[in-house]
Structures are given as C-alpha cells and as structure tokens.
C-alpha cells in the first residue's frame, strides 16, 4: 500500500511539473505571436508608420490638387491668363516683339 501511495504522490507531481512547463510554453508561444505576429504589435507599428505617410501624402497632394484647379479656374475665367500661358509655354509673341532664348546649359559660367 506504501508503494501504491508512493508512486500515486510521484504521478501526481509530475503531472503538475508538466502542466507547469506547458503553460509556460504556452505562454511564451502566445507572447512570441503578440509581438512578432502577423497582426502583433511589429506589424502594428509599421501599420501605422504607413498610415502616417499616407496621410502626409494625402495632405501634399490635396494641397497640389488645389493648386491645379485654381489654376484651371483661372485659365477658364480670365482671358489674360491664357495669354501668359501661351505666350510662357509655346513661346508666342506679339506682332513687333522678339524673344530671345538662351541654351539651359549657357546661363551658368
């Protein structure tokens, strides 16, 4: 009876040794996942270092968009606007006038 009692006590501390080590194990797995996972706390961070730069972008190009359409705006409504348009892009001139244009590459010594 010794002997039963004896090895029923061992039996029972090794199962408790084991659940010991697997929830640790556990809990090291689980732990491992939060932060190294495929939506842990790494995966988080880049997220939203993305989502930062994609907002920055947004605003920049917001802010371009505005820009154009004033820019368009003016071109439609005032007719001088055209003019300095035409005259800037395609190099048209008055009757009488005479532009010059210098090579890119000739205007530093």
Same mark, same amino acid.
């Given at each position: 009876?010794?002997?039963?009692?004896?090895?029923?006590?061992?039996? =029972? #501390?090794?199962?408790?040794? *084991? %659940?010991?080590? $697997?929830?640790?194990?556990?809990?090291?797995? &689980?732990?491992?996942?939060?932060? =190294? #996972?495929?939506?842990?706390? *790494? %995966?988080?961070? $880049?997220?939203?270092?993305?989502?930062?730069? &994609?907002?920055?972008?947004?605003?920049?190009?917001?802010?371009?968009?505005?820009?154009?359409?004033?820019?368009?705006?003016?071109?439609?409504?005032?007719?001088?606007?055209?003019?300095?348009?035409?005259?800037?892009?395609?190099?048209?001139?008055?009757?009488?006038?005479?532009?010059?244009?210098?090579?890119?590459?000739?205007?530093?010594?």
């Amino acid at each position: 009876m010794f002997f039963i009692r004896s090895a029923g006590r061992a039996v =029972f #501390g090794a199962r408790r040794r *084991i %659940a010991t080590c $697997a929830v640790l194990v556990l809990a090291v797995v &689980l732990g491992f996942h939060v932060i =190294f #996972g495929r939506n842990g706390v *790494i %995966a988080y961070r $880049a997220k939203r270092s993305q989502l930062q730069d &994609l907002r920055q972008q947004s605003v920049t190009l917001q802010g371009e968009n505005r820009q154009l359409k004033n820019h368009v705006d003016r071109l439609t409504q005032d007719p001088d606007a055209v003019e300095h348009e035409a005259r800037e892009a395609l190099h048209y001139t008055r009757p009488g006038e005479v532009i010059y244009t210098l090579p890119a590459g000739r205007l530093r010594p």
